[in-house]
């Protein structure tokens, strides 16, 4: 099953973010921008917000995400995850996002697609940037992996969001996050 949407590589697209209709837009060029709006205060009165292209951050290994707000409330997103929600739909149970160039920063639609976790593992390994795993060959995470999702944490990214960018549960990032699980990982 083939998991990579088709839209034209020559020419930037723009389409409303899910959940973020009128306020935010992914591009197929992997970009975010939000729109003009009216942005209540917490004063109880309102504002202009000028619409603008985002300058993402970028996590310690490489991932870009930006900071999205909507009724006051402000949340990180990795972009790659944003450009594939708004131009391919939800992540598929059981599928992660590849870069197919292997590049994290590089989030043009036509490098990303939704594939299984062997696959994007089997892709990591034949560009050279496979990880060394853990001992255990039944691990769904890896050392590499468990960092990533603690800087995640500590960039402010909710536990949800990253038990599912990662195909785990919410307790099992619980547990990385309290110290219970991959304890020897800093």
């Known amino acids: 099953m083939d998991h990579t949407p088709n839209y034209p590589t020559d020419q930037e697209i723009w389409k409303d ?39 993402p951050g ?31 739909g939800p992540r598929p149970n059981g599928y992660e996002i590849n870069h197919k160039d292997g590049h994290k920063a590089n989030n043009r639609l036509e490098n990303l697609e939704y594939v299984t976790t062997s696959e994007n593992k089997i892709h990591a390994y034949a560009h050279g940037l496979s990880p060394i795993g853990s001992a255990r060959s ?9 960092r990533e999702i603690k800087q995640l944490l500590a960039a402010g990214f909710t536990q949800a969001r990253i038990a599912d960018q990662f195909g785990v549960t919410i ?16």
């Open 17 to 55: 973010i899910p959940g973020f209709e009128g306020s935010y837009q992914a591009s197929s060029f992997g970009q975010v921008r939000s729109l003009d709006r009216i942005v209540p205060k917490n004063t109880g009165y309102t504002r202009f917000a000028k619409g603008r292209i985002l300058q």
């Open 58 to 88: 970028a996590t310690t290994t490489g991932y870009k995400y930006v900071r999205l707000s909507t009724l006051g409330t402000a949340q990180n997103f990795l972009v790659h995850y944003i450009v594939m929600l708004t131009f391919a």
């Open 138 to 146: 039944d691990a769904k995470l890896n050392e590499q992996s468990v």
């Open 171 to 186: 307790m099992v990032i619980s547990n990385i996050k309290h110290g219970k699980s991959w304890k020897h990982v800093q």
